[in-house]
């Protein structure tokens, strides 16, 4: 019950942050889509950080951490330090100063003026949103099982010890599973379709009143929990398990008991580590950090965040690595159900390992994570709904007060349609991570045209956003099919492209495939077909002097 | 100046695939992978050459919207 408090306490926190930036509101559609571009440096580090550091970030780095060694480092988090920052300067300065400029609020807005093709903004919509949307899914359940993980009680003999809610306070539906209370049902934990729909109602509430302003604050307050909190977790769990006197010895001690193959990359593909270095080209994409770039004050915001995003990252992902290859080590038990689902690995030691006070902060870390994401893809989606659909087809000459009642409408039906979906428990929506990721990463070509090519034109446009979604169809079809044939989601999750070479295959990314068929398409067919006018052309690239 | 920090992040990417380190089980400090280590010395670097990129690369009187671009991009 201590955690319960906890959390609830911190839930309230965000809540009051989001009511007072909501009386900082200054009333018009700018201020509630981009905080009417006023975000200093360090707010502006802060909210893209906490925006590009998803429940993966912890969550999910120290599962992957413990199904694959160290080497996740370096294909997800020193390889996002590198190219994160190359999005956010080279791409994300210059889409500040048109957005500033010429007044954009979506990703669409701007393609729209640097191709003339309205077609373009409708055929790119359905493909952000889709995109967006498994991506959000994630985090309402990954939100749910870690509230349910930390609060469920002892199983003990098939019963249930010292649970947070006796059987029978929720309704059977909420509390039951499938399979029964003990098995696979709330343990006596808070029932995670509870939670997650408590986070949602949380994470609403600060969006609608605050909007970019209370997002942005939300974000840096999260951001700051995260961090710190990650950080006594590692030194927590270090001392636990270890088991010795000191700080270091304990290190010492689990760096030597971390098994052969987890402590190099022995079994992992050079290849495919390789190849990993275009998924997080997906940052130059996504239509959450595009509007979070939109926020800032100047281009000088931009220096902190370009420079310090590498070295947070790295803050937060080499302690989620080391605990989880500590958890291959023989220090520690872990029982069949966490090994067979890596991503509640953490809850798990976090539960086991820390007391229930420390054990509630560091649970409340977690959920920042996972709530910093969570807003910027909310709001997102409300702006791009209003801009691009409503605004630019039915309501042309909509005020800014029916813009943001527009927006808010949207948002409260985002987040209900969201919540509806994680009912459905899809399964195989965390092996969908990496999919999302690559789905943007397939349309960065265009992103980077747009910016730096005069000869790109709305047909190379067109062909590239296809030739990206088509390739990205046709392998995640084959993924689908891979892991009905196999009756897990599996092959979803760790799908290669096997290329025959010499006396063996080269496993590569899909992404691969998607971001090369993307740029080929663009470049084939932006030769053959006419250049948007010269008058566009002086607008998005000027004459300098 | 320019042309050397791009240099910089374009030699950042190519020691990324460190397949020299790629079995090695050293322990740097008696604790840390030395894989995990050395990634975590790419980030750092990563920090570092992004810092000089903001020194020497930053567009021009940008502060006002106009969209200039990096100096030494592709624009």
């Not at chain 1, 084939?524 to 002086?538: N, Q």
Request: charge should be neutral.
């Amino acid at each position: 019950m201590t955690q319960l408090w906890i959390i609830s306490g911190y839930l309230g926190l965000l809540l009051l942050l989001g009511l007072f930036a909501g009386r900082l509101f200054r009333g018009t559609s700018s201020d509630y889509m981009v905080a009417s571009h006023s975000i200093g440096p360090f707010l502006l580090l802060m909210s893209l950080f906490g925006t590009t550091m998803t429940a993966f970030a912890l969550v999910g780095s120290t599962g992957e951490a413990f199904k694959e060694g160290i080497g996740v480092y370096g294909m997800l988090a020193s390889s996002s330090g590198i190219i994160h920052s190359l999005c956010f300067f080279v791409l994300g300065i210059k889409l500040w100063g048109f957005g500033k400029k010429y007044g954009y609020r979506t990703q669409i807005e701007f393609f729209r003026d640097r191709l003339e093709s309205t077609g373009i903004g409708l055929v790119l919509f359905p493909v952000l949103v889709g995109l967006v949307i498994p991506y959000l899914l994630i985090g309402v359940l990954a939100s749910g099982a870690v509230v349910n993980g930390v609060t469920q009680g002892k199983l003990a003999g098939g019963a249930v010890e010292n649970p947070t809610f006796e059987q029978g306070t929720f309704p059977s539906f909420l509390e039951d599973g499938s399979k029964g209370f003990a098995v696979d049902g709330s343990k006596g934990g808070v029932p995670r379709e509870v939670a997650s729909l408590v986070i949602c109602g949380v994470v609403l509430c600060y969006v609608f009143f605050g909007g970019m302003r209370g997002t942005a604050w939300a974000n840096a307050f999260q951001t700051c929990v995260f961090m710190v909190l990650g950080v006594v977790t590692f030194s927590v769990i270090a001392n636990k398990l270890g088991g010795q006197e000191s700080f270091y010895a304990n290190l010492c001690a689990l760096g030597d008991a971390i098994p052969e193959e987890y402590k190099t990359r022995s079994e992992m593909s050079f290849t495919k580590f390789v190849s990993y270095m275009l998924v997080p080209l997906s940052v130059g994409m996504f239509p959450h950090l595009f509007q979070h770039w939109l926020t800032a004050k100047s281009a000088g915001s931009f220096k902190l965040p370009v420079v310090a995003h590498p070295v947070f990252i790295m803050i937060v992902w080499v302690p989620c690595v080391l605990i989880g290859v500590w958890a291959t080590s023989e220090l520690i038990n872990v029982p069949p159900p966490v090994e067979k689902n890596p991503n509640i690995l953490l809850p798990f030691l976090v539960k086991r390992l820390a007391g229930p006070v420390l054990g509630g902060f560091l649970t409340a870390g977690i959920l920042a994570a996972i709530m910093s994401s969570l807003d910027s893809q909310f709001l997102c989606l409300g702006t791009m709904f209003t801009n691009d659909i409503v605004k630019r087809h039915f309501l042309p000459n909509a005020t800014d007060r029916q813009q943001i009642a527009l927006a808010r409408g949207f948002i409260i039906g985002i987040v209900i349609v969201t919540y509806l979906l994680s009912l459905l428990k899809p399964a195989s929506v965390f092996a969908l991570g990496v999919w999302c990721f690559s789905g943007f990463s397939s349309l960065f070509p265009l992103v980077l045209a747009a910016l730096y090519w005069r000869g790109l034109t709305k047909f190379g446009a067109y062909a590239s956003v296809l030739a990206a979604i088509g390739t990205w169809g046709y392998f995640f079809a084959d993924a689908v099919g891979r892991s009905i044939k196999a009756g897990n989601p599996g092959p979803i999750r760790t799908y290669t492209l096997d290329i025959p070479w010499g006396e063996g295959t080269v496993e590569l990314m899909p992404v691969t495939a998607m971001v090369a068929a993307s740029a080929v398409a663009l470049v084939v067919v932006s030769l053959a077909t006419p250049k948007p006018s010269d008058e566009t052309l002086a607008k998005f690239f000027p004459v300098k002097g | 100046m320019a042309t050397v920090v791009w240099a910089l992040v374009v030699l950042l990417m190519v020691v990324h695939q460190d397949f020299w380190f790629w079995e090695n089980d050293y322990l740097v400090f008696g604790f840390m992978p030395i894989g995990l280590f050395y990634h975590a010395c790419i980030s750092i670097a990563a920090s570092v050459t992004w810092f000089l990129a903001t020194k020497h690369c930053w567009p021009a009187a940008d502060d006002a919207g106009e969209a200039a671009s990096p100096e030494g991009g592709a624009a």
